[in-house]
């Protein structure tokens, strides 16, 4: 088969175009023919490397993945050959006391495709047949490998960690980015009030179209004078962000009394610096928030099957252009998901 392999870390030049022999399934596995796999920025840091982390190169990057069954593993009796699936981005041990109750993201041998185990990024991929998901019936491959990582997360940032309600605000960072771009969808589903920021005017329109109702531009105006202009200085209850550094201390002072942060990540550096007393004068809660269980991807998906919830993909491109991908992600040029397509 064909693939994308990291061998060493570095820059786009490190995403090599390699064949393989075809993957076999195992007791309890599937396999699939490859349609197409979406890109997060998940795979751009496992291209560069992250200081302290050890991944287990060689790589075959993709934690998205959508395709049709092609082969099926002794003892699976869930799927049959021809399937339409996407892959469920994370994986737990199964077997552990966290998995057997539905937390299987806090699973302490938890793990992600593309980051420690080979991904979708080629012509085919192994998984447990746990891990293959019914496509929704209206999306495209393409479509359908756009949404497990980015929908997931924000699902368990805004439902499963904030427990955003109708009557709440909200705010939402980087109004572009999947993950972004799924927790105004999700927030719309509950009735809360959307407040999202982001550079340009295209990102900020197409904010409003998902069901932003308040959007601030960060390049031109300080989005806490705004969320506060905006809110009569009451604050949100929920803030969404993953940049970090950058904007934690603000977004800690966005929030109302009571309010909660939900961060997934630090594209902008790891440390947070703010004043203690913000944060117990105001009961203020920080939440952390990784991934989500392979019980609320579910949910997520019948939520696509019913047309409430939409993919957005920003462009498709052929798997051989994933360093174009990878590209396009780090300057930021994107609304939405980039995907590769097997062709």
């Not at 050959?81 to 041998?109: F, M, S, Y």
């Not at 604050?235 to 009394?257: F, M, N, P, Y």
Request: charged share 25%.
């Amino acid at each position: 088969m064909r693939c994308v392999v990291i061998r060493e870390h570095g820059s786009f030049d490190r995403l090599l175009r390699e064949e393989r022999p075809d993957p076999l399934p195992g007791p309890g596995e599937l396999r699939i023919a490859v349609k197409a796999a979406g890109l997060n920025h998940l795979d751009t840091w496992i291209r560069r490397g992250i200081p302290g982390v050890k991944y287990p190169l060689p790589m075959i990057p993709g934690c998205d993945a959508a395709g049709v069954v092609d082969a099926v593993g002794p003892g699976v009796t869930t799927h049959q050959l021809g399937d339409a699936v996407l892959l469920a981005p994370g994986i737990g041990c199964a077997g552990c006391g966290r998995c057997t109750a539905g937390e299987d993201h806090l699973c302490r041998h938890y793990g992600i495709f593309g980051e420690s185990r080979d991904g979708g990024c080629a012509d085919f991929l192994v998984a447990p047949a746990r891990n293959f998901l019914p496509k929704p019936t209206a999306l495209t491959y393409p479509e359908a490998a756009s949404i497990g990582l980015t929908f997931l997360t924000a699902w368990h940032m805004v439902v499963g960690r904030a427990a955003l309600a109708p009557h709440e605000t909200i705010l939402v960072h980087a109004a572009g980015s999947g993950v972004s771009v799924a927790a105004i969808q999700i927030a719309r589903l509950i009735g809360a009030r959307i407040l999202v920021t982001a550079r340009g005017a295209d990102k900020l329109a197409r904010a409003r179209e998902l069901g932003a109702n308040e959007t601030i531009d960060y390049s031109e105006k300080e989005f806490l004078d705004e969320v506060r202009r905006i809110t009569g200085k009451r604050g949100v209850d929920v803030v969404i962000d993953h940049i970090g550094q950058e904007t934690l201390d603000r977004s800690l002072r966005c929030l109302a009394k009571g309010g909660r942060l939900v961060t997934c990540g630090g594209t902008s550096g790891p440390e947070l610096k703010t004043d203690v007393r913000l944060i117990f004068f105001k009961s203020l809660s920080i939440l952390g928030s990784t991934m989500g269980s392979l019980g609320e991807l579910h949910t997520v998906l019948q939520h696509f099957e019913r047309g409430a919830l939409k993919p957005v993909v920003d462009r498709v491109l052929p798997m051989e252009q994933v360093a174009e991908g990878h590209r396009i992600l780090e300057e930021r040029r994107v609304i939405g998901k980039v995907v590769l397509e097997n062709r």
